[in-house]
T-cell receptor
Framework: NAGVTQTPKFQVLKTGQSMTLQCAQDMNHNSMYWYRQDPGMGLRLIYYSASEGTTDKGEVPNGYNVSRLNKREFSLRLESAAPSQTSVYFC????????????FGPGTRLTVL | KNQVEQSPQSLIILEGKNCTLQCNYTVSPFSNLRWYKQDTGRGPVSLTIMTFSENTKSNGRYTATLDADTKQSSLHITASQLSDSASYICVVRHGSGNTGKLIFGQGTTLQVKP
């Protein structure tokens, strides 16, 4: 099992450009999450999907959109990137909700110039 | 305000030595507390989970303690190895049922030197 995979690993964007971060899990988990990690701060939840077909805002959703394409895949889109979105983005999944252990992907390091 | 504070921010120890990382939280209602290990350039990996009724839990050389009365947890690493160099993140689950929320600490960066 590959667990949680994310693409790309690194990305550099110019202000105003758009991009989609891809995430897939092969553990048959129902719930998936997107976090951002900034220096000196804890992980912050951007969006989550409790189950296929549902998505909800987390702590810092502004400037992002998500799509739960199917049970395996959960993508994060930046429509018009801003320097404040420079961060490391992690996707995670769990069997069902926050009751269960979250399994994290390797992260995407995004720089917005 | 629901918060998780970790100390120290960073720590350097020699290989073979023990160390203890601290986590204080003000999360209420409390559901459980996890410690994650995050290697550089990787995603966090769960080490332990502790519920309200548990005081101590071990995972190999890692031992976590929880004092729910004082809202403190610690992670003790015994006989440290170079591979223990990582960030350690304390995460407290707020709320109950399946709609609870996770509150992440900022992490403690541990460097083990030979």
């Amino acid at each position: 099992n590959a667990g949680v995979t994310q693409t790309p690993k690194f990305q550099v964007l110019k202000t105003g450009q758009s991009m989609t971060l891809q995430c897939a899990q092969d553990m048959n988990h129902n719930s998936m999450y997107w976090y951002r990690q900034d220096p000196g701060m804890g992980l912050r939840l951007i969006y989550y999907s409790a189950s296929e077909g549902t998505t909800d805002k987390g702590e810092v959703p502004n400037g992002y959109n998500v799509s739960r394409l199917n049970k395996r895949e959960f993508s994060l889109r930046l429509e018009s990137a801003a320097p404040s979105q420079t961060s490391v983005y992690f996707c995670a999944s769990s069997i069902q909700g926050v009751t269960d252990t979250q399994y994290f992907g390797p992260g995407t390091r995004l720089t917005v110039l | 305000k629901n918060q998780v504070e970790q100390s120290p921010q960073s720590l350097i120890i020699l290989e073979g030595k023990n160390c203890t990382l601290q986590c204080n939280y003000t999360v209420s209602p409390f559901s459980n507390l996890r410690w994650y290990k995050q290697d550089t350039g990787r995603g966090p990996v769960s080490l332990t989970i502790m519920t309200f009724s548990e005081n101590t839990k071990s995972n190999g050389r890692y031992t976590a303690t929880l004092d729910a009365d004082t809202k403190q947890s610690s992670l003790h690493i015994t006989a440290s190895q170079l591979s223990d160099s990582a960030s350690y993140i304390c995460v407290v689950r707020h709320g109950s049922g399946n709609t609870g929320k996770l509150i992440f600490g900022q992490g403690t960066t541990l460097q083990v030197k030979p």
